[in-house]
């Protein structure tokens, strides 16, 4: 059974850094895409960045671009989200997410999702 668990969530001020992380078990992890989304309150989930198995080739939703960068450890089964100069918009809960798909940037690209984490970021 997959499994996809989230940590690292917070509250930061407008400007700091969080990082993310997701555990993943129940499954070869090196095989998959992940990727991580977020969801404000009364807002769809919306797809943040995404990482080949492989790690050589990602992809970001344009309001993170030169601020948030997806990492993985596929020895750890791990995926990471560095958030860098955090803007009160970028609160949400975040979720990490699978995909057996290529370059998947949609919801229902992702079959299996964390329970997500908290991020805050106060003005």
């Known amino acids: 059974q997959v499994a996809l668990v989230e940590s690292g969530g917070g509250l930061v001020q407008a400007g700091g850094s969080l990082r993310l992380s997701c555990a993943a078990s129940?499954?070869?992890?090196?095989?998959?895409?992940m990727g991580w989304f977020r969801q404000a309150p009364g807002k769809e989930r919306e797809f943040v960045p995404r990482?080949?198995?492989?790690?050589?080739?990602?992809g970001y939703a344009d309001s993170v671009k030169g601020r948030f960068t997806i990492s993985r450890d596929n020895a750890k089964n791990t995926v990471y989200l560095q958030m860098n100069s955090l803007k009160p918009e970028d609160t949400g809960v975040y979720y990490c997410?699978?995909?057996?798909?290529?370059?998947?940037?949609?919801?229902?690209?992702?079959?299996?999702w964390g329970q997500g984490t908290q991020v805050t970021v106060s003005s």
């Open positions: 129940g499954l070869t992890f090196s095989t998959y895409f």
């Open positions: 997410a699978l995909s057996g798909r290529s370059y998947p940037t949609e919801t229902d690209d992702f079959g299996s």
């Open positions: 990482i080949r198995w492989s790690g050589d080739s990602t």
